[in-house]
T-cell receptor
């Protein structure tokens, strides 16, 4: 069966510090991968998606970047965090039309 | 662009039936999905409608009317554990299963 992992689960970082969040998928090959951000009490905003190794599409201009160094690994990064980067970051992969499966998420607080 | 509208909050009592509506605007429609998210957790897939009509999965049903750009999620025999946020989503016209999510409906189930 397929599983998706994210780490860390929670993170508290100072403004201006770098960020690296990791997502890995097991039990499937060549998945489409997605990074979302969710502000408290709000919906999900798509940040990046990837259809293959090294292929990244950005949805909104922002302080973040993404990379896909391996087929089942998706990384979200920032060189300098802003207060507005706080939120719940979710990685997802798709398994069919209009169906996505989400990882457990990383709750990021920037102070 | 594409957008979805759903009520922000719904309240119901245990054992009751509740309907969460979703209206959408999209240039190309591929289907309407529903996701459930408990506080602090990740969204989980509930249902997907590509064709008009009612899809039933246990206590949950989802309905779609493409001519009205409208769908709903019906929850029957409500239980306390159904208290969560519910999101409708449509696929972005850009493809690759990119989903556009509504802002979510927070359902509170009371004894």
């Amino acid at each position: 069966s397929q599983t998706i992992h994210q780490w860390p689960a929670t993170l508290v970082q100072p403004v201006g510090s770098p960020l690296s969040l990791e997502c890995t998928v097991e039990g499937t090959s060549n998945p489409n991968l997605y990074w979302y951000r969710q502000a408290a009490g709000r919906g999900l905003q798509l940040l990046f998606y990837s259809v293959g190794i090294g292929q990244i599409s950005s949805e909104v201009p922002q302080n973040l970047s993404a990379s896909r160094p391996q087929d089942r690994q998706f990384i979200l990064s920032s060189k300098k965090l802003l207060l507005s980067d706080s939120g719940f970051y979710l990685c997802a992969w798709d398994r069919g039309p209009d169906t996505q499966y989400f990882g457990p998420g990383t709750r990021l607080t920037v102070l | 662009g594409q957008s979805l509208e759903q009520p922000s909050e719904v309240t119901a009592v245990e054992g009751a039936i509740v309907q969460i509506n979703c209206t959408y605007q999209t240039s190309g429609f591929y289907g309407l999905s529903w996701y459930q998210q408990h506080d602090g957790g990740a969204p989980t897939f509930l249902s997907y409608n590509a064709l008009d009509g009612l899809e039933e999965t246990g206590r949950f049903s989802s309905f779609l009317s493409r001519s009205d750009s409208y769908g709903y999620l019906l929850l029957q025999e409500l239980q306390m554990k159904d208290s969560a946020s519910y999101f409708c989503a449509v696929r972005d016209r850009g493809g690759y299963n990119k989903l556009i999510f509504g802002a979510g409906t927070r359902l509170a189930v009371h004894p």
